[in-house]
């Protein structure tokens, strides 16, 4: 065995499995103003940035051969309510932003989240019954509109982190009703209810919102497998074009699961809390940064088709050699 393994040549000729730009997809943090950007204390080396200084990101990465971005925002907490109305506003920041970037980059593919979360004053993806459990059909409706507002806006790809049961096929009906059939859905299919979250709630302003409160009522059981290809197979039936499994690099398993009984357009979401171990451990030098493209590797030999992970721009350097 070790015979293709001695020279660096042998290894790539028998490299089963490549990294490369189109595999990501970059998730970035807005905020408002100009000329503005805001350190994530929880997500070493990640800003929020305002949409110019965002938009100049995406034209550099993009010449550089990223495929897309996900558009997140983080808002101010007067702006949220226990609706999460503004998540509707066609003039809020997310559908700003998505127009500035298409403006400048309209080859960039853009993706938006449908999610009530950065928007309410509870920080749940939906809104509550009176129980103070997040009502599902109400919150469909809700995402519904948002998915509207963006593609309006000029968003190409609604990803819904949501997790209410039959929000895809709403949604898909929502666009076409806008004649908007070619805007794509990428569901997050198979999305545990994971401790790896915290740092994009620091992030998007939601952790102190959220406080003691967990999404175990919508989001998956990390001990279960076989519900996430039950998960799948209904968003698939829904009318999603990609599915998504989230978070990444604990849940390997599952997207190879997923890969191998549906055969379809398959993403992985590493995570924040994934992104700030890796980040955290190679700042104090206890890790290499060679670790970042072996994690992305580990993703494509998983099944998956591509990965939305905030470790883009260096992967991007990597293998561009810059
Ligand atoms: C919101 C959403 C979350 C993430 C993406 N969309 C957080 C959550 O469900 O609480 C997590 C992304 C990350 O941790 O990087 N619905």
């Not at 700030?276 to 700042?283: D, P, R, V, Y």
């Amino acid at each position: 065995m070790r015979r293709n393994r001695s020279h660096e040549f042998v290894r790539r000729m028998v490299r089963e499995h490549r990294l490369a730009a189109d595999d990501l997809i970059y998730p970035m943090f807005l905020i408002e103003g100009s000329a503005a950007r805001q350190p994530v204390a929880s997500m070493p080396g990640i800003e929020r940035l305002s949409v110019d200084l965002a938009v100049r990101e995406c034209r550099r990465l993009h010449s550089m051969g990223l495929p897309a971005v996900a558009l997140f925002p983080c808002m101010n907490g007067e702006l949220k309510d226990d609706r999460g109305s503004e998540a509707v506003n066609p003039r809020g920041l997310i559908p700003r932003a998505v127009s500035a970037v298409k403006t400048a980059c309209p080859k960039l593919g853009v993706v938006t989240d449908a999610a009530l979360d950065p928007y309410t004053s509870h920080g749940h993806d939906g809104v509550l019954d009176e129980r103070g459990d997040v009502n599902n059909d109400t919150t469909v409706e809700i995402l519904v509109e948002q998915a509207r507002v963006c593609a309006a806006a000029g968003a190409d790809v609604i990803a819904p982190s949501d997790m209410m049961d039959g929000r895809v096929r709403a949604i898909r009906d929502g666009l076409e009703a806008d004649r908007q059939q070619h805007v794509k859905i990428m569901a997050y299919s198979a999305k545990y209810a994971s401790t790896f979250y915290g740092p994009f709630r620091d992030a998007v302003n939601s952790a102190t919102t959220l406080g003691q409160g967990h999404k175990r009522s919508y989001q998956m059981d990390p001990a279960n497998a076989d519900e996430a290809l039950r998960e799948v197979a209904l968003d698939i039936e829904e009318g999603a074009d990609m599915v998504m499994v989230k978070p990444g690099l604990p849940y390997l398993d599952i997207v190879r699961r997923v890969k191998d009984a549906f055969s379809m357009p398959t993403f992985v979401y590493q995570v924040s809390g994934e992104y700030s171990m890796l980040a955290g451990a190679i700042k104090r030098g206890w890790l290499p940064r060679e670790s970042i493209l072996e994690t992305l590797t580990c993703f494509k030999r998983a099944g998956a088709n591509g990965v939305l992970t905030y470790f883009a721009p260096d992967a991007i350097e990597e293998l561009c050699g810059a």
